[in-house]
């Protein structure tokens, strides 16, 4: 299941329509993208996915609506703060939420609650400055390829269609393999049969592209506003 559409599906019951849910978990997205540090060695998902939590219940509670923290949240919290720095040490990077999970023998989005309930993904990720509520974040959940039905519907309703159809196949290809599959830019640039440095630069590229027609679309937005 594709990120947002499962981390929206987690908010069903509070009575909102699972793609108006959608929507604002994209936005949680676009946020991450954009913030997110190529050179690090951390996983596009661990870093995204508590931005996109985050982005959901900012939500919920602009609409005044209580967010509780369960007592096995917090003690869950605990337990990954404490396997935190040895399996970090053990793996030579921050560790998966799937990776942590599996340590805890808890499901992974037991993990992915407990991580944005205490603001425990600062430790995991990036720096906090980064994961912070004002962060502006960027959407790529949109990349699996032409022939997924499924994705191709998500990209009808998402907000970013219009600036994912302007990338190339290439381009859409590069964004999966990085952001989705977690590749490096060395194992991309095999499986593109194009250099490491050449990867390198389309990355930048194409960001700042996505960046560019998301601001300008902003921009038209307030305008009509």
Known sequence: MYLVE?????????GEPLEDLIQVGTI????????F?????VEFTTYATPTIVGTLKRHFRDQKWAIRVPRRLQELNQQINEILGNLTQKLRRSPTISEIA??????????IEAME???????????????SENDEE???????????KHLIS??????MVNAISILGPTEKKLLFFRFI???????????LNISQMHVSRLLRRTLDILRQRMLAEEAADREVE
Do not use: H, P
Request: hydrophobic content about 35%.
């Open 28 to 35: 949680g997205l676009i946020k991450a993208v954009d913030r």
């Open 181 to 191: 599959k977690g590749l490096t830019q060395t194992e991309i640039a095999q499986k």
């Open 102 to 111: 599996k340590q805890l023998k808890v499901s992974d989005e037991e993990v």
């Open 117 to 131: 309930t205490s603001k425990a993904y600062s430790l995991i990720s990036l720096d906090s400055e980064r994961s």
């Open 37 to 41: 540090d190529l050179g690090r060695q």
């Open 138 to 148: 960027f959407s790529l959940m949109d990349f699996i390829g032409e022939e997924d």
């Open 154 to 159: 998500f990209y009808e309703r998402s907000s």
């Open 6 to 14: 499962f981390l929206a599906k987690r908010f069903k019951s509070r």
